[in-house]
C-alpha cells in the first residue's frame, strides 16, 4: 500500500502544476500564430527585411558585421535582431527560416507576458493574450514588416509593461536595455513606462542604470569599432526630405492615397486604441482613483509609450516607412484590448458597454484577416508594399547578374537588401557601402544645426574614412533600356531596371 502511494506521488511531482500548463499551452499557441503568419508572408519579405537577413547570414557565415561579405557598414537599426538572427541562422543554416523562427519566439513570449499581465491586473488570463495577439498578428501594417525588429520589440514592450506592474525593477531594467538594442529610438518607450507604472517609478533609477548598463556594451563597441556610436543612417533619416514632401507625421495620408483598403483597417486598429485613452478620461473623471488600477497603468503605459515614441520621429522628421509605426500601432491595439476587457468586466460582459467593447475589437481582427488572407495566401507582396519590386522580381535580377556578371560590383537602385541576398556579386549603394554612405551624411551634416554637427563630431571621434568602392555596373530605372546590358520589369513601376556599366 505504502509503494502504491509513493508511486502516486512521484507521478503527482511528475506532472507540471495547472498554472504551468497553462502558461505552456499559451506560449504554444503564440508560437504556432506566429508560424501561421511566417507561412502566409515568407515571399513578401521587404527590402528592408532583407537588409537585416543580409545582415545576419554575413554574422553567422562570416562573423562579419555588413550587408556585403566585403565591406563593412554600419547601417543595422537593430543590432539585437540581426544578432539574434545570426545565432538562430548559425544554428538552421537557413537565414529566412530564422526569421521565422526568431517571429515565434517573439510572438509565444508575447503571449506568454500578456497572461502575466492579466493576472496582475485581474483581467481575463485567456481574452486578453487571444484578442491582443490576434491584433498584432492580422494588423496589415504589422505582418509587413517581417523580417524587421518590429515584433521583437513589440514582444519587449509587453515586457516591460509586464515587469514594471510587477515591480521587479531588476529585470525591468534588463528589457528596457534589450528594448534599447532592438532600437535606440525605444529608450522614449523605456521612459514612458517606468514613469506610468506606479510600481516602477520607485525604482525608476535602479531600473534605469541596469538598462544603462545592459545597452551600453554594443554602443561603446560600436563607436570604438565601427566608428559610429549610433547607426549611420540616424543622420540620413532625421530631416531629410521624406516622400515627395511626406513626412512621418503626414505619412497616414499618402497611405490612405495609395494603399486605402490596408491603411483604413490599420487607422481603424488604431483608433480603437484612441478611443480607449479618451474612455480612461471618461473614467478618471466618473471614478477618482482609477488610475491606481493595474488595468488602467497597462492600457496607458501601452498608448502612452506608443504616442510618445510617435511624437519624437514627428519631431524628427523621419520619412514614413511603414515599419516606424510598429511602436504607436502596437501600443495603441495593446490599449485597447486592456480597456476593452476591463469595460467588459467591470460592467459584466453581458452589457452593452462590455458587448460593444469587445464586440468592435473582434470585427476588427475579423476584418483585418478577411483582408488578409483575400490578397491571397501566400503573399507575394505584403500588404503594406513600398519597394519598387517585389521580391520575386528582385531576385529574378540579382540572379540573372549573377549569371550574366558574377562577382562584379554593381551599384543598386537604391534597394539593395533582396540583390544582396541573392546576388554572387557585390551591390553597394548607401546602404552596404560605408564610403557611399559618407557621401550621403556629409551633404546632410552641411544642413543641420551648430548644436547636431557637435553631438555628430563626437559620434564619429573614432570614425575612419572610407572610399567608395569602384563599380563596374549599376542598376538604373529608365524608361527605355537601350543599349542596356539586361533590362527588368517592375510591378510597381512603370520604368525598367536596366544593367549599365558605370560611365
Same mark, same amino acid.
Given at each position: 500500500?505504502?509503494?502504491?502511494?509513493?508511486?502516486?506521488?512521484?507521478?503527482?511531482?511528475?506532472?507540471?502544476?495547472?498554472?504551468?500548463?497553462?502558461?505552456?499551452?499559451?506560449?504554444?499557441?503564440?508560437?504556432?500564430?506566429?508560424?501561421?503568419?511566417?507561412?502566409?508572408?515568407?515571399?513578401?519579405?521587404?527590402?528592408?527585411?532583407?537588409?537585416?537577413?543580409?545582415?545576419?547570414?554575413?554574422?553567422?557565415?562570416?562573423?562579419?558585421?555588413?550587408?556585403?561579405?566585403?565591406?563593412?557598414?554600419?547601417?543595422?537599426?537593430?543590432?539585437?535582431?540581426?544578432?539574434?538572427?545570426?545565432?538562430?541562422?548559425?544554428?538552421?543554416?537557413?537565414?529566412?527560416?530564422?526569421?521565422?523562427?526568431?517571429?515565434?519566439?517573439?510572438?509565444?513570449?508575447?503571449?506568454?507576458?500578456?497572461?502575466?499581465?492579466?493576472?496582475?491586473?485581474?483581467?481575463?488570463?485567456?481574452?486578453?493574450?487571444?484578442?491582443?495577439?490576434?491584433?498584432?498578428?492580422?494588423?496589415?501594417?504589422?505582418?509587413?514588416?517581417?523580417?524587421?525588429?518590429?515584433?521583437?520589440?513589440?514582444?519587449?514592450?509587453?515586457?516591460?509593461?509586464?515587469?514594471?506592474?510587477?515591480?521587479?525593477?531588476?529585470?525591468?531594467?534588463?528589457?528596457?536595455?534589450?528594448?534599447?538594442?532592438?532600437?535606440?529610438? @525605444? *529608450?522614449?518607450?523605456?521612459?514612458? /513606462?517606468? &514613469?506610468?507604472?506606479? %510600481? $516602477?517609478?520607485?525604482? !525608476?533609477? #535602479?531600473?534605469? =542604470?541596469?538598462?544603462?548598463?545592459?545597452?551600453?556594451?554594443?554602443?561603446?563597441?560600436?563607436?570604438?569599432?565601427?566608428?559610429?556610436?549610433?547607426?549611420?543612417?540616424?543622420?540620413?533619416?532625421?530631416?531629410?526630405?521624406?516622400?515627395?514632401?511626406?513626412?512621418?507625421?503626414?505619412?497616414?495620408?499618402?497611405?490612405?492615397?495609395?494603399?486605402?483598403?490596408?491603411?483604413?483597417?490599420?487607422? @481603424? *486598429?488604431?483608433?480603437?486604441?484612441? /478611443?480607449? &485613452?479618451?474612455?480612461? %478620461? $471618461?473614467?478618471?473623471? !466618473?471614478? #477618482?482613483?482609477? =488610475?491606481?488600477?493595474?488595468?488602467?497603468?497597462?492600457?496607458?503605459?501601452?498608448?502612452?509609450?506608443?504616442?510618445?515614441?510617435?511624437?519624437?520621429?514627428?519631431?524628427?522628421?523621419?520619412?514614413?516607412?511603414?515599419?516606424?509605426?510598429?511602436?504607436?500601432?502596437?501600443?495603441?491595439?495593446?490599449?485597447?484590448?486592456?480597456?476593452?476587457?476591463?469595460?467588459?468586466?467591470?460592467?459584466?460582459?453581458?452589457?452593452?458597454?462590455?458587448?460593444?467593447?469587445?464586440?468592435?475589437?473582434?470585427?476588427?481582427?475579423?476584418? !483585418?484577416?478577411?483582408?488578409?488572407?483575400?490578397?491571397?495566401?501566400?503573399?507575394?507582396?505584403?500588404?503594406?508594399?513600398?519597394?519598387?519590386?517585389?521580391?520575386?522580381?528582385?531576385?529574378?535580377?540579382?540572379?540573372?547578374?549573377?549569371?550574366?556578371?558574377?562577382?562584379?560590383?554593381?551599384?543598386?537602385?537604391?534597394?539593395?537588401?533582396?540583390?544582396?541576398?541573392?546576388?554572387?556579386?557585390?551591390?553597394?549603394?548607401?546602404?552596404?557601402?560605408?564610403?557611399?554612405?559618407?557621401?550621403?551624411?556629409?551633404?546632410?551634416?552641411?544642413?543641420?544645426? !551648430?548644436?547636431?554637427?557637435?553631438?555628430?563630431?563626437?559620434?564619429?571621434?573614432?570614425?575612419?574614412?572610407?572610399?567608395?568602392?569602384?563599380?563596374?555596373?549599376?542598376?538604373?530605372?529608365?524608361?527605355?533600356?537601350?543599349?542596356?546590358?539586361?533590362?527588368?520589369?517592375?510591378?510597381?513601376?512603370?520604368?525598367?531596371?536596366?544593367?549599365?556599366?558605370?560611365?
Amino acid at each position: 500500500m505504502a509503494a502504491a502511494e509513493n508511486v502516486v506521488s512521484v507521478r503527482r511531482s511528475l506532472v507540471a502544476p495547472p498554472e504551468v500548463q497553462a502558461v505552456a499551452i499559451c506560449g504554444i499557441a503564440g508560437a504556432l500564430a506566429g508560424f501561421l503568419l511566417f507561412l502566409i508572408a515568407r515571399r513578401a519579405i521587404s527590402d528592408d527585411g532583407y537588409i537585416t537577413v543580409d545582415y545576419a547570414r554575413n554574422l553567422a557565415f562570416h562573423g562579419h558585421w555588413g550587408v556585403v561579405p566585403s565591406l563593412t557598414a554600419n547601417t543595422a537599426t537593430s543590432p539585437l535582431t540581426v544578432v539574434l538572427l545570426a545565432a538562430i541562422t548559425a544554428v538552421v543554416r537557413g537565414p529566412v527560416l530564422a526569421v521565422g523562427l526568431l517571429l515565434m519566439a517573439t510572438t509565444a513570449a508575447s503571449a506568454v507576458w500578456l497572461r502575466r499581465i492579466a493576472e496582475t491586473t485581474g483581467l481575463s488570463r485567456w481574452l486578453l493574450p487571444t484578442i491582443a495577439v490576434a491584433m498584432l498578428l492580422s494588423s496589415p501594417l504589422l505582418a509587413s514588416t517581417i523580417g524587421l525588429e518590429t515584433y521583437l520589440c513589440v514582444a519587449l514592450f509587453i515586457g516591460l509593461v509586464r515587469y514594471a506592474l510587477a515591480g521587479r525593477w531588476l529585470v525591468t531594467g534588463v528589457v528596457a536595455g534589450l528594448l534599447v538594442l532592438g532600437r535606440p529610438d @525605444l *529608450a522614449v518607450v523605456d521612459v514612458v /513606462v517606468v &514613469l506610468t507604472v506606479a %510600481a $516602477a517609478r520607485h525604482w !525608476a533609477l #535602479r531600473s534605469g =542604470l541596469v538598462a544603462v548598463a545592459v545597452a551600453t556594451p554594443w554602443y561603446v563597441f560600436s563607436w570604438f569599432v565601427l566608428g559610429s556610436a549610433l547607426p549611420d543612417t540616424f543622420l540620413l533619416k532625421i530631416h531629410g526630405n521624406g516622400w515627395v514632401g511626406y513626412h512621418f507625421a503626414s505619412g497616414p495620408l499618402w497611405y490612405l492615397t495609395n494603399l486605402p483598403l490596408a491603411a483604413a483597417l490599420t487607422v @481603424l *486598429a488604431a483608433g480603437c486604441g484612441l /478611443v480607449a &485613452l479618451a474612455s480612461w %478620461a $471618461a473614467l478618471v473623471v !466618473a471614478r #477618482r482613483g482609477v =488610475l491606481t488600477t493595474g488595468a488602467a497603468q497597462a492600457a496607458l503605459a501601452f498608448g502612452l509609450g506608443g504616442i510618445a515614441h510617435a511624437a519624437v520621429f514627428s519631431l524628427l522628421g523621419t520619412p514614413p516607412s511603414h515599419w516606424y509605426y510598429g511602436p504607436v500601432l502596437a501600443g495603441l491595439i495593446l490599449c485597447s484590448v486592456v480597456t476593452a476587457l476591463f469595460v467588459a468586466q467591470s460592467d459584466r460582459a453581458t452589457s452593452p458597454r462590455g458587448i460593444a467593447a469587445l464586440g468592435s475589437l473582434s470585427l476588427v481582427v475579423l476584418a !483585418a484577416v478577411g483582408y488578409d488572407v483575400a490578397r491571397g495566401v501566400p503573399w507575394e507582396a505584403p500588404p503594406f508594399h513600398t519597394n519598387w519590386a517585389t521580391r520575386a522580381e528582385y531576385q529574378r535580377v540579382a540572379e540573372d547578374i549573377s549569371t550574366m556578371k558574377p562577382g562584379a560590383t554593381v551599384v543598386s537602385p537604391s534597394e539593395v537588401g533582396v540583390l544582396a541576398y541573392f546576388c554572387h556579386c557585390e551591390i553597394v549603394d548607401f546602404i552596404s557601402d560605408r564610403g557611399r554612405t559618407e557621401l550621403d551624411m556629409a551633404a546632410r551634416a552641411k544642413q543641420s544645426g !551648430a548644436l547636431m554637427r557637435q553631438l555628430l563630431k563626437l559620434n564619429y571621434t573614432h570614425h575612419v574614412p572610407a572610399s567608395p568602392k569602384p563599380a563596374e555596373f549599376e542598376l538604373v530605372w529608365e524608361r527605355s533600356c537601350v543599349n542596356a546590358i539586361g533590362a527588368w520589369r517592375s510591378t510597381y513601376r512603370s520604368e525598367a531596371l536596366c544593367l549599365r556599366k558605370v560611365s
